[in-house]
């Protein structure tokens, strides 16, 4: 049997993992960042907590989600979480050995004054997404032209304080052989806090050109997963409007996410985006297709979702 609370935690650092045989999932590997999920966990339930991981292009392993927490540095509060869950979970001087300081990469660089060619490429790349130079500014968007980022925008995510608690990069290359390229560091965050109102309705989507597109208290994922603190604090914030505009591929997370928060007595709206993410759509396009959109009802979510079995 497979240890669901389990998955959901893993899938909380690394990402949603892909289901694949023998109770396993396969996820992005974060030692080597490889393009196609080779970092197999397995989670089938046993009474020794021993639940093998490997990639098959690194050769990184181990035989607990302890010790992949542990090389790739996670936070206390999912060891924490770890302990309920498996056994063998100290918790003794787990603050002390996990606990770093997030840092933008020394190669970075902002767009101010900046006029070598790299800059330029990025700059062009930026125009294509429909990223203005005020978008730049506000979010403190910079690019890398060497080192693990080369050649990649870099976007950052700051608390409510204005601290750094995460970045995710962007290649620019034309055809890239790593599209995205992310801190070895947890998920678990509130992205973008710095700027979301918690007494306006919020719209959750999946990256940050679709939250720059969308340009009103739009919070993205990185991905397809909402976090637990991000969760937490949606069901305990005053905000009462809630739009989902996940990606058509996603549409059973995004269901997912209705329930859990319409079970909470949230108001919720599920934007259906035909095809076409924000950022491809546009502000305006976008705003008019969420003025079409009614508050989910449980009947219509139960429609909704059998419609995908």
């Known amino acids: 049997m497979v240890n669901e609370l389990l998955v959901n935690l893993v899938n909380s650092v690394l ?61 206390a509060n999912h060891f924490h979480e770890l302990s309920k869950l498996v056994k063998n979970v100290s918790l003794h001087n787990i603050g002390e050995s996990t606990s770093t300081t997030l840092e933008l990469p020394k190669e970075f660089k ?36 060497s080192g693990q980022y080369n050649n990649m925008i870099v976007i ?33 965050i509130i992205p973008l806090e710095l700027f ?14 679709d939250a720059m597109a969308i340009k009103r208290n739009a919070v993205p994922l990185f991905g397809k997963n909402i976090q637990p603190s991000l969760m937490k604090k949606l069901v305990e914030s005053k905000v009462q409007k809630i739009y989902i505009a996940l990606d058509n591929d996603a549409i059973k997370q995004a269901l997912r996410f209705c ?37 989910l009802t449980q009947y219509k979510l139960m429609e909704k979702k059998l419609s995908t079995i």
């Open 156 to 188: 950052p995510s700051y608390d409510s304080t204005g601290k750094l608690n995460y970045f995710t990069a962007r290649s620019f290359e034309p055809n890239p052989y790593t599209k995205y390229r992310n801190p070895e560091t947890s998920r678990d």
């Open 196 to 209: 979301i109102n918690w007494d306006l309705p919020i719209i959750l989507c999946e990256g940050p050109f």
């Open 15 to 75: 990402g949603a993992g892909k289901r694949t045989a023998r109770g396993n999932q396969s996820y992005t590997c974060p030692f080597c960042h490889h393009h196609k999920p080779k970092l197999e966990v397995n989670f089938t339930e046993n009474k020794d907590g021993i639940n093998q991981w490997a990639c098959w292009t690194c050769s990184k392993k181990g035989k607990s989600i302890k010790s992949l927490f542990n090389q790739i540095k996670v936070d």
């Open 110 to 145: 902002t767009f101010t004054n900046s006029k070598d060619i790299v800059a330029r490429h990025a700059w062009s790349y930026l125009k294509k997404r429909n990223v203005t130079q005020q978008d730049i500014l506000k979010y403190n968007i910079g690019y890398c032209n």
């Open 259 to 295: 329930e859990q928060l319409l079970d909470v007595g949230k108001e919720v709206y599920l934007v259906e985006l035909q095809g076409k993410d924000p950022s491809e759509l546009g502000f305006e396009n976008f705003t008019k297709l969420i003025q079409t959109v009614s508050p």
